[in-house]
C-alpha cells in the first residue's frame, strides 16, 4: 500500500534516501527494498525477542532536576556533565516478575484506518462521461459553512485531503481568550493521542492548531478511511476531558515556550515586532507569558471557555480536495458541524473576525522609525531576555500597497530573485551578517 500509493519525494531528498539504501541493496531492488518483507524467518524473530530482557535495558533520563545530583563526568563537545548508575538485582528481578502474568498482554485491535478500497472517483466520472471541474467549485455558503471542493484527475491517487478553518470571535478577544484557545488545541491534541498511532500506521494524518481567528483542523490521508478518523476528531473536539494534570502540564509548557521567545535572535524580534504594529488587532506574547504566569488561568475557567464558550457560534470554511465527490465532501464537513453542536457567526461577528486579519496602512511620503533597545524593555522580558547576545537587528518595510495582482506576483519574483544576491555577498564578506528579504501579504 505505501509503495503503490507513495507520494513524489523531493529531489533532495529522495536522492539522499536512495543513496543510503544502496550501502544495502542492489539497485535493481534499491526503489521497493523498503517496503516489500520477502523472507519471514522465524528463528531470528525469536532470537530477537529473547534479547529484550530487563537485564538487557538501558535507561536514559535528562532532566534540570539532576543538576544537584551527582554528576561526575562531563562530555567533550558541549561541558555538559552526565552521571551513570546501574539498576539494582532488586529492580530487575520487579521488573522480570512482572512478564509472569501473561493475561495482561494482547495483540491489539484490529486497526480501524487501515483502507481496503483504493478506487478512484476520477476514473469513475471518466467511465460516466461526467467531466470533472478543473478549480474548486463552492458547494455550501451560509452563515455558518463555506465549504469548497475539488475531485482530483492530476495526481490520481486515493487520497484526499480536508482542511477546516473554524472562526470565532471568542479566540482572540483578550489575551486570556487566546492562552486557552492554544492551550485547548495542546490539550485536544495530547487527547487524540490514543488513536493517533493507529491513524499513523494507516498513512491517516491529522493536525489541530489555533489561529488568530479561532482553530484549524487539517486531516490527510486514504480516502476510504479519513471520515472514520475525522469522526473521532470531531467527536473528540465535542467532548474532550480536560485533565487537570495534563492542564497543569501543557500550562507550563506553553509558560517556557513564551518565555523563550525573547532569548530568540534579534532580527526575529524585529520581524515580531513589525507584524504587531502593522495588524489591525495584535496582541504581543509578553502578554500570554503574564497570563500563563499569573492567577487569571483557571482550570474551571478554562473548561468553561472550552465546552460552551468558543464553540459556541463558529463559521467553518473547508476545503476537500482529492479522492472525493462532492456528496462525500458535503457528508464528511456535515459530520464534522453536527459534532461540534455550533451555532452561526452572527453578522457582526464575523465582521469582527474578519477584522483581525486587516492591516494598518502607513501614511505615505511619511517615514515611520521603531526603535526597540534592552534598557527599553519590560520588566518580566528582560528577566528571559538573552543578555550575552549583543546582535542587533534592522527591519526595513517597504508597504506598497493591496493585494492587486499581477503587482503582488512581481513582488513575490523579486523576493525569490533577490535571495541569492544576499548569500553571494555574505560569501564575499561584504555583509557583516545576514540579510534575508520576505514579502508580507496581509488584508
Given at each position: 500500500?505505501?509503495?503503490?500509493?507513495?507520494?513524489?519525494?523531493?529531489?533532495?531528498?529522495?536522492?539522499?534516501?536512495?543513496?543510503?539504501?544502496?550501502?544495502?541493496?542492489?539497485?535493481?531492488?534499491?526503489?521497493?527494498?523498503?517496503?516489500?518483507?520477502?523472507?519471514?524467518?522465524?528463528?531470528?524473530?525469536?532470537?530477537?525477542?529473547?534479547?529484550?530482557?530487563?537485564?538487557?535495558?538501558?535507561?536514559?533520563?535528562?532532566?534540570?532536576?539532576?543538576?544537584?545530583?551527582?554528576?561526575?563526568?562531563?562530555?567533550?563537545?558541549?561541558?555538559?556533565?552526565?552521571?551513570?548508575?546501574?539498576?539494582?538485582?532488586?529492580?530487575?528481578?520487579?521488573?522480570?516478575?512482572?512478564?509472569?502474568?501473561?493475561?495482561?498482554?494482547?495483540?491489539?485491535?484490529?486497526?480501524?484506518?487501515?483502507?481496503?478500497?483504493?478506487?478512484?472517483?476520477?476514473?469513475?466520472?471518466?467511465?460516466?462521461?461526467?467531466?470533472?471541474?478543473?478549480?474548486?467549485?463552492?458547494?455550501?455558503?451560509?452563515?455558518?459553512?463555506?465549504?469548497?471542493?475539488?475531485?482530483?484527475?492530476?495526481?490520481?491517487?486515493?487520497?484526499?485531503?480536508?482542511?477546516?478553518?473554524?472562526?470565532?470571535?471568542?479566540?482572540?478577544?483578550?489575551?486570556?481568550?487566546?492562552?486557552?484557545?492554544?492551550?485547548?488545541?495542546?490539550?485536544?491534541?495530547?487527547?487524540?493521542?490514543?488513536?493517533?498511532?493507529?491513524?499513523?500506521?494507516?498513512?491517516?494524518?491529522?493536525?489541530?492548531?489555533?489561529?488568530?481567528?479561532?482553530?484549524?483542523?487539517?486531516?490527510?490521508?486514504?480516502?476510504?478511511?479519513?471520515?472514520?478518523?475525522?469522526?473521532?476528531?470531531?467527536?473528540?473536539?465535542?467532548?474532550?476531558?480536560?485533565?487537570?494534570?495534563?492542564?497543569?502540564?501543557?500550562?507550563?509548557?506553553?509558560?517556557?515556550?513564551?518565555?523563550?521567545?525573547?532569548?530568540?535572535?534579534?532580527?526575529?524580534?524585529?520581524?515580531?515586532?513589525?507584524?504587531?504594529?502593522?495588524?489591525?488587532?495584535?496582541?504581543?506574547?509578553?502578554?500570554?507569558?503574564?497570563v500563563v504566569s499569573g492567577d487569571t488561568l483557571t482550570l474551571e475557567?478554562?473548561?468553561?471557555?472550552?465546552?460552551?464558550?468558543?464553540?459556541?457560534?463558529?463559521?467553518?470554511?473547508?476545503?476537500?480536495?482529492?479522492?472525493?465527490?462532492?456528496?462525500?465532501?458535503?457528508?464528511?464537513?456535515?459530520?464534522?458541524?453536527?459534532?461540534?453542536?455550533?451555532?452561526?457567526?452572527?453578522?457582526?461577528?464575523?465582521?469582527?473576525?474578519?477584522?483581525?486579519?486587516?492591516?494598518?496602512?502607513?501614511?505615505?511620503?511619511?517615514?515611520?522609525?521603531?526603535?526597540?533597545?534592552?534598557?527599553?524593555?519590560?520588566?518580566?522580558?528582560?528577566?528571559?531576555?538573552?543578555?550575552?547576545?549583543?546582535?542587533?537587528?534592522?527591519?526595513?518595510?517597504?508597504?506598497?500597497?493591496?493585494?492587486?495582482?499581477?503587482?503582488?506576483?512581481?513582488?513575490?519574483?523579486?523576493?525569490?530573485?533577490?535571495?541569492?544576491?544576499?548569500?553571494?555577498?555574505?560569501?564575499?564578506?561584504?555583509?557583516?551578517?545576514?540579510?534575508?528579504?520576505?514579502?508580507?501579504?496581509?488584508?
Amino acid at each position: 500500500m505505501g509503495f503503490l500509493y507513495k507520494e513524489q519525494d523531493e529531489p533532495m531528498d529522495a536522492a539522499n534516501s536512495i543513496a543510503t539504501l544502496l550501502e544495502h541493496h542492489p539497485p535493481s531492488e534499491v526503489l521497493a527494498a523498503p517496503h516489500l518483507h520477502e523472507e519471514f524467518d522465524p528463528a531470528a524473530i525469536t532470537s530477537m525477542l529473547g534479547l529484550l530482557v530487563p537485564e538487557r535495558v538501558m535507561t536514559l533520563h535528562t532532566s534540570a532536576a539532576h543538576a544537584a545530583a551527582a554528576t561526575p563526568f562531563r562530555e567533550p563537545w558541549y561541558g555538559t556533565r552526565f552521571g551513570l548508575s546501574y539498576i539494582d538485582d532488586a529492580t530487575i528481578a520487579a521488573w522480570a516478575g512482572a512478564t509472569e502474568d501473561t493475561g495482561a498482554l494482547r495483540l491489539p485491535d484490529p486497526n480501524p484506518f487501515i483502507p481496503t478500497d483504493f478506487s478512484l472517483e476520477c476514473e469513475r466520472a471518466e467511465a460516466a462521461g461526467v467531466p470533472l471541474p478543473r478549480l474548486p467549485t463552492r458547494l455550501r455558503n451560509s452563515a455558518g459553512l463555506e465549504l469548497w471542493h475539488k475531485t482530483d484527475a492530476t495526481f490520481r491517487k486515493p487520497k484526499v485531503n480536508l482542511c477546516l478553518a473554524i472562526s470565532t470571535a471568542e479566540a482572540y478577544r483578550n489575551p486570556l481568550a487566546v492562552v486557552m484557545t492554544s492551550l485547548f488545541t495542546r490539550q485536544l491534541s495530547d487527547e487524540l493521542t490514543e488513536f493517533s498511532y493507529h491513524a499513523e500506521v494507516a498513512s491517516c494524518h491529522y493536525r489541530v492548531q489555533s489561529t488568530n481567528s479561532g482553530l484549524a483542523l487539517m486531516f490527510g490521508g486514504y480516502s476510504h478511511k479519513l471520515p472514520a478518523l475525522l469522526h473521532r476528531v470531531a467527536s473528540k473536539f465535542a467532548r474532550p476531558d480536560l485533565m487537570a494534570d495534563r492542564f497543569a502540564i501543557h500550562r507550563d509548557i506553553m509558560r517556557r515556550t513564551y518565555a523563550n521567545f525573547f532569548k530568540e535572535q534579534p532580527y526575529q524580534h524585529a520581524t515580531y515586532m513589525a507584524n504587531v504594529l502593522l495588524e489591525h488587532k495584535r496582541h504581543h506574547i509578553l502578554e500570554y507569558l503574564q497570563v500563563v504566569s499569573g492567577d487569571t488561568l483557571t482550570l474551571e475557567g478554562y473548561r468553561h471557555f472550552c465546552m460552551s464558550v468558543l464553540p459556541a457560534r463558529v463559521r467553518v470554511q473547508a476545503l476537500c480536495h482529492g479522492n472525493a465527490t462532492a456528496s462525500q465532501a458535503e457528508e464528511m464537513v456535515a459530520t464534522a458541524c453536527t459534532a461540534f453542536g455550533s451555532e452561526p457567526l452572527a453578522a457582526s461577528e464575523r465582521d469582527e473576525v474578519d477584522s483581525l486579519l486587516r492591516a494598518l496602512r502607513l501614511p505615505e511620503g511619511t517615514e515611520i522609525w521603531v526603535r526597540q533597545h534592552g534598557s527599553l524593555l519590560h520588566e518580566l522580558q528582560r528577566e528571559h531576555a538573552n543578555a550575552d547576545d549583543t546582535n542587533s537587528a534592522i527591519e526595513l518595510l517597504l508597504q506598497v500597497g493591496v493585494d492587486e495582482r499581477p503587482r503582488t506576483l512581481l513582488v513575490e519574483m523579486l523576493e525569490q530573485a533577490s535571495g541569492p544576491r544576499n548569500n553571494i555577498g555574505k560569501q564575499k564578506g561584504l555583509l557583516g551578517g545576514d540579510a534575508q528579504n520576505r514579502a508580507w501579504l496581509s488584508n
